[in-house]
T-cell receptor, first 112, second 111 residues
């Protein structure tokens, strides 16, 4: 059974551009979570989608947004990229319980 | 919210047992303690979790102090593949805006 898959694995953008990151959850999972893991800062919660709806949002500016599609896959969009947005972006998925989730390999975003 | 304290780094020889400590002195009575690890260039993966009594699975053992203010993850025979950052997380809720894995303990295995 396929795990959580994220694409692309690496992404290089220039400051001011937009980035789109994609996540496909484990089959049957309806919740998708997004996290930012910047160097030396640990993993920080970004967004939670469940059944197509945004359920919760972390302390990030509005230029971080996303959506969940009917097939439960999800996109994370980051507008007006800043150098500080360079990080590993992780997606996780779960079914019914928000205390058990599985992570993807992440997308390494580099803003230059 | 429960705060955790873990050593920044630890080293262990291959095939030796490893004890990774975590202090969570502000944990509430109903909070489970989860441990995750993150291998290089990968997302975090589940290791083990427990509430009060000690727990064992194929990956590790979890020893929880009687007062629940601390716990220890035990790898019985460390291998090179166990080199990772280990995170101790009380009250894990993936959808909580306060969720943070912290900086964890970077475990280095010496061949």
């Amino acid at each position: 059974e396929a795990g959580v898959t994220q694409s692309p694995t690496h992404l290089i953008k220039t400051r001011g551009q937009q980035a789109t990151l994609r996540c496909s959850p484990i089959s049957g999972h309806t919740s998708v979570y997004w996290y930012q893991q910047a160097l030396g800062l640990g993993l920080q919660f970004l967004l939670w989608y469940d059944e197509g709806e945004e359920r919760n949002r972390g302390n990030f500016p509005p230029r971080f947004s996303g959506r969940q599609f009917p097939n439960y896959s999800s996109e994370l969009n980051v507008n007006a990229l800043e150098l500080e947005d360079s990080a590993l972006y992780l997606c996780a998925s779960s079914f019914q319980s928000s205390t058990e989730a599985f992570f993807g390999q992440g997308t390494r975003l580099t803003v230059v | 919210d429960a705060k955790t304290t873990q050593p920044n780094s630890m080293e262990s020889n291959e095939e030796e047992p490893v004890h990774l400590p975590c202090n969570h002195s502000t944990i509430s009575g109903t909070d489970y303690i989860h441990w995750y690890r993150q291998l290089p260039s990968q997302g975090p993966e589940y290791v083990i979790h427990g509430l009060t009594s000690n727990v064992n699975n194929r990956m590790a053992s979890l020893a929880i102090a009687e007062d629940r203010k601390s716990s220890t993850l035990i790898l019985h025979r460390a291998t090179l593949r166990d080199a990772a950052v280990y995170y101790c997380i009380p009250n894990l809720d993936f959808g909580n805006e306060k969720l943070t894995f912290g900086t964890g303990t970077r475990l280095t295995i010496i061949p």
